[in-house]
């Protein structure tokens, strides 16, 4: 064999097999969600996908699927466990599946109004609680985001607890959405989000509850003649990402992560606290819709002993570290 040869065949070799090695240094990834592509969520979710390419040299693209196209959450909880999501956005209580102290944040009347979470989420409460949950399952939080606070819809006003006796309440299918019609003497009935519109329409449950960007988004108020301002929950999002995807990130990649992930949640909850502000107007003169101021109070009151009682994941130290925060 020739001399050209040999090295023709030599360099063919090398190619072959440093093919896989470059496959391998570029990976496609998959952020799934259960949230419709107008919201803040999931544009952020977009903008974040672009950074990370960006910022990794396109080492790492990322896919984003929304409303639940890769599954309901506690769906895509169990993909990312498995591996077969890269990246989530979830619910702290479906998160407390596997550290239940996590769910405090999701428990109605936990905080005293925006600021108080807004301190909470940038705690080390949270952070130890976040790192609990790391050490746990393997999936690593990295971000949070404002979901907003959760009121009630319904056909009818609910001012006070007993107004909502024996309603049909759907809620999301973890325990701490369940707390809140059991404390007032509702009905849960837990749907997945992606089915809500049709059971009310069709009459399978009598209310719901979420933030109003979410109403708004998810169409609710078509099917609902009233916005009752409950807000029993100061909602928030958690963005993790996979066990198996974080434990091959560099600490360079991981701060990128974590970088992009806490800059689009920041400015993702700018926006829905926005959001919020215009909708409790919008309701009543754009779309015609009852907006109830709800006795909040009241509401709190029926849930103060609960807080700190048997039936929840954390201790009376946590409860108050939470409520110590200023």
């Not at 909880?77 to 596997?98: C, E, H, M, P």
């Not at 009121?151 to 006070?160: D, E």
Request: proline share 5%; glycine share 6%; hydrophobic share 45%.
């Amino acid at each position: 064999m020739s001399v050209a040869r040999k090295l023709s065949v030599l360099a063919a070799l090398v190619l072959t097999l440093a093919a896989p090695s470059a496959a391998f240094s570029q990976q496609k990834l998959k952020f799934a969600h259960v949230y419709e592509t107008s919201e803040p969520y999931h544009t952020w979710a977009l903008w974040a996908a672009g950074e990370i390419a960006k910022r990794t040299n396109n080492r790492y693209t990322m896919d984003v699927f929304p409303a639940s196209s890769l599954g309901n959450e506690t769906q895509i909880n169990q993909s990312l466990s498995l591996g077969t999501v890269d990246v989530i956005y979830t619910g702290q209580a479906f998160a407390a599946r596997t550290y239940p102290p996590l769910g405090i944040g999701g428990a109605p009347y936990m905080f005293r109004d925006f600021d108080h979470w807004k301190k909470y989420s940038e705690s080390a409460v949270l952070q130890e609680l976040e790192e609990a949950y790391y050490k746990k399952g393997g999936n690593k939080p990295i971000a949070v985001v404002y979901y907003g606070v959760r009121h009630t819809t319904a056909n009818k006003p609910i001012v006070k607890p007993e107004d909502m006796k024996g309603l049909k309440l759907r809620v999301p299918d973890a325990p701490l959405y369940i707390m809140y019609p059991k404390v007032v003497g509702a009905n849960a009935t837990p749907i997945a989000f992606a089915e809500v519109y049709l059971a009310l329409q069709n009459g399978t449950v009598d209310a719901q509850e979420n933030p109003l960007p979410t109403i708004f988004a998810k169409k609710f108020y078509e099917v609902q003649s009233h916005i009752n301002l409950t807000g029993h929950i100061t909602e928030m999002l958690i963005t993790i990402v996979s066990g198996p995807l974080w434990s091959k990130l560099s600490d360079a990649d991981r701060k990128v992560f974590q970088d992009v992930f806490r800059e689009a949640c920041a400015k993702a909850t700018v926006e829905i606290a926005a959001a919020e502000n215009r909708l409790v107007d919008e309701f009543a003169t754009k779309y015609g819709k009852t907006v109830v101021k709800s006795d909040r109070a009241a509401f709190k009151q029926a849930f103060a002993k609960f807080l700190v009682g048997p039936d929840v994941a954390w201790d009376k130290a946590l409860y108050d570290r939470v409520q110590a925060i200023k």
